[in-house]
């Protein structure tokens, strides 16, 4: 199982959105609605941002959006603001219980 | 409210086994979810390592499956993980999760310890 593929960087202004993608194949994010996202800020553990696609956890502000076509999801970060300047790592379900993260991305907000 | 928190030693020499022990409070870890551990490396990604079910059923990544053995002491309300044979590969900061919010819970990681930095060195 492979790490899932994301682009190693995005930036946008306050107040604008940014779009992270999460590339896989069938065996995993195609697969399965079971995509999830986190944000890590430095020296801090993960958190969850959105679970099963496009569903966020008590606390989340909507601000934050998951999506998946095909092979790819995505997450969506509307009105950027400077907290949101963080790693951002998707995560997918890969069949045969097994679990797989992506390669994640660091958002700059400008 | 529930919480986690890892503890082990922070040096491991080469060819020696890791352990590492995740204390949970605010929930019961023989009562529901999945309990995990990942990992990431300096500067890297994180990688999913091993789930734990509160049956006991135990799901692996393939890549490290033949090195990891995991226990829990529910009296203690605390799951431990052990990878055997550590390279300097294996230096880590390893964080424990519980696994609880998707459907069968085992998809996401909901909650998270702080993370404990392993470092593999002679």
């Known amino acids: 199982q492979s790490a899932l593929t994301q682009p190693p960087s995005a930036s946008g202004s306050p107040g604008q959105s940014v779009t992270i993608s999460c590339t896989g194949t069938?065996?995993?994010?195609?697969?399965?609605?079971?995509v999830s996202w986190y944000q890590q800020h430095p020296g801090k553990a993960p958190k969850l941002m959105i679970y099963e696609v496009n569903k966020r956890p008590s606390g989340v502000p909507d601000r934050f959006s998951g999506s998946k076509s095909g092979n790819t999801a995505s997450l969506t970060v509307s009105g950027l603001q400077a907290e949101d300047e963080a790693d951002y790592y998707c995560?997918?379900?890969?069949?045969?219980?097994?679990?797989?993260f992506g390669t994640g991305t660091k958002v700059t907000v400008l | 409210q529930v919480q986690l928190q890892e503890s082990g030693p922070g040096l491991v020499k080469p060819s020696e086994t890791l352990s590492l022990t995740c204390a949970v409070s605010?929930?019961?870890?023989?009562?529901?979810?999945?309990w995990g551990w990942i990992r990431q490396s300096p500067g890297k990604g994180l990688e999913w390592i091993v789930s734990?079910?509160?049956?006991?059923?135990?799901y692996y990544n393939p890549s490290l499956k033949r090195r990891i053995t995991t226990s829990r002491d529910t009296s203690k309300n605390q799951f431990s993980l052990n990878l055997s044979s550590v390279t300097a590969a294996d230096t880590a900061i390893y964080y424990c999760?519980?696994?609880?919010?998707?459907?069968?819970?085992?998809?996401?990681?909901?909650?998270w310890g702080q993370g404990a930095l392993v470092t593999v060195s002679s």
């Open positions: 999760a519980r696994q609880g919010l998707s459907y069968q819970y085992f998809y996401d990681f909901d909650v």
């Open positions: 069938s065996r995993d994010v195609g697969g399965y609605n079971y």
């Open positions: 605010g929930h019961s870890i023989s009562s529901a979810y999945y």
């Open positions: 734990v079910y509160y049956t006991g059923s135990t």
């Open positions: 995560n997918s379900y890969a069949g045969s219980n097994i679990l797989v």
